[in-house]
Nanobody, 123 residues
Framework: QVQLVESGGGLVQTGDSLRLSCAASGLTFSRSGLAWFRQAPGKEREFVATVSSFPATYYASSVKGRFTISRDNTKNTVYLQMNSLTPEDTAVYLC?????????????????WGQGTQVTVSS
């Protein structure tokens, strides 16, 4: 059974930083593509960043230069370092995984999802 468990969310102010973590179990982590998505109230789920198994990375234009996705295959964990946060970044952040190389920006490409962690940025 695959499990993805996010952590690290919280309430911060504009300009602050946060690092999210997603611990995975039940899958061959080193051979999986991983991603972060986010969903704000009343909005559709939005792609944030992805890291492939090779590894390569790809970001949404709205976060490029501010957010960094990384993976630690020894800990079966994927991270999202978020800097220069703004209220527009407020959302539930979800971790996703798919067996194989990955590097997809569509939520339909991912087989496994975590429950999410709330990030709230105050102005």
């Amino acid at each position: 059974q695959v499990q993805l468990v996010e952590s690290g969310g919280g309430l911060v102010q504009t300009g602050d930083s946060l690092r999210l973590s997603c611990a995975a179990s039940g899958l061959t982590f080193s051979r999986s593509g991983l991603a972060w998505f986010r969903q704000a109230p009343g909005k559709e789920r939005e792609f944030v960043a992805t890291v492939s198994s090779f590894p390569a990375t790809y970001y949404a234009s709205s976060v490029k230069g501010r957010f960094t996705i990384s993976r630690d295959n020894t800990k079966n964990t994927v991270y999202l370092q978020m800097n220069s946060l703004t209220p527009e970044d407020t959302a539930v952040y979800l971790c996703a995984a798919v067996p194989g190389a990955g590097l997809y920006d569509s939520s339909k490409s991912y087989a496994y999802w975590g429950q999410g962690t709330q990030v709230t940025v105050s102005s």
